[in-house]
Every structure is written in C-alpha cells, then in structure tokens.
C-alpha cells in the first residue's frame, strides 16, 4: 500500500520537472480554449473549415432538416475540425523532435496526418450535399 502512494508521489514530482499537468477542471478548459484559439489563429485552414461548417449548418437550418439530419452534419464538421487540430498537434510535435533536419519518418508523419484531415473534409462534402441538395433544389424549384 505505502509502495503505490510512493510511485504515485514519484511520479507526481516528475511530472512538474517536465510539464504542467492541469490542476483542476477549470484549467483543463483553459487549456483546451488556449488550442482552440491557436488552432484558429494560427492555421488557415482550420478556419476555412469552422466558416464552411458555419455555413453548412445555417443552410440545414433554413432548410428546416430534421434533427437527426443536423446532427450528423454537426458530427461531420466536428470530426474535420478535430482532425485539423490533430494535425497541427502532430506537425507540432515533430517539428519539437526533429527540429529543422529532414527525415522521411517525419515527412510521412506530416502528410499522413494532413491525408486524414484531406480525407474527411472530402467525405463532409459528399455527406452534406447529400443531405442539403435534395431540399435545396425542392426550395429553389418550388
């Protein structure tokens, strides 16, 4: 028993040498905040997708889709903007580990991760024509 509270206190103390765990709730919202705002600040593309997303969102609701039709667009969007700053995240963390030499690990840990945001912002667009052309076109036609 005294053993466990031992390496819990051992790893406690090397956790502050080398970074900040979040003491409490209101930190760790904080510091999601803080990467949000840099995801925005900083990469274009993240806002290119949080406007697109805007856009395809208020187009669902003046189409009046149903609820369940909305959230999977929410999801949609979601999931893009979360990859996006994964992204970020991993071209962050290699740029740390690598610095500026080149390695082919890094180059395919970079383009991976920008294939994944590539790969589900094309299946957003294919999930919202689906669900927003058909009432569009009934709404323009009519």
Not at 116 to 126: C, D, F, P, Q, W
């Amino acid at each position: 028993m005294a053993e466990g509270i031992e390496q819990q206190l051992r790893t406690k103390v090397r956790r502050l040498g080398a970074w900040q765990v979040a003491g409490d709730l209101p930190a760790s919202f904080r510091y999601a905040a803080q990467g949000l705002i840099y995801g925005f600040a900083s990469q274009r593309n993240f806002r290119i997708h949080v406007v697109m997303g805007a856009v395809v969102f208020a187009l669902g609701l003046w189409l009046q889709l149903p609820t369940p039709q909305l959230a999977v667009l929410v999801l949609t969007v979601a999931a893009v903007l979360v990859l996006e700053l994964l992204n970020t995240a991993t071209e962050a963390v290699v740029d740390l580990a690598i610095g500026r030499r080149f390695h082919p690990l890094a180059r395919i840990a970079k383009d991976c991760a920008a294939a994944a945001v590539l790969v589900a912002a094309l299946s957003s667009i294919v999930i919202a024509a689906l669900l927003l052309l058909p009432p569009l076109l009934a709404r323009l036609s009519g």
